[in-house]
C-alpha cells in the first residue's frame, strides 16, 4: 500500500508559503492516479524495450515483471513526497544519471 504526504503534514512542515496549494495538488494527482501511472510507465518501458519481456529477458518472468512494477511504485512515491515538498533536485543531472545507470542495467 503507498502512503502519501497528508494536507496537515505539509502544513505542519510550514509548506503554507506560496506555491503550497499547487504542490498539494499535483502530490493529490499523483496519488489519486498512481496505478495507472505505474500501469503506463511500465507498457512504456516495455514499449521502447520489448527484449526485456521476452524469453531469457530481465522481466520475462511474472515475478521480475512484479519487482519492477513494485520499483516504480517506489520512484514514484519519491516523486510524490519531492512534489508534495517542494523539493526539486532530485531532478538534478547527477541524480538522472544514476538513475539511468540501475534502470539502464536492465537493458543489458
Known sequence: ELRFVSRQVAAQDG?????AELRQTAARV??????????????KVLEEFPALAEEGGPLHEALNRSAFDTELKKLLRVSHYATAAGYSSFTDPEVNACQQSVFGGLCF
Open 15 to 19: 509548506k503554507e508559503a506560496e506555491g
Open 30 to 43: 499523483m496519488r489519486d492516479f498512481a496505478d495507472s501511472s505505474v500501469e503506463a510507465a511500465s507498457a
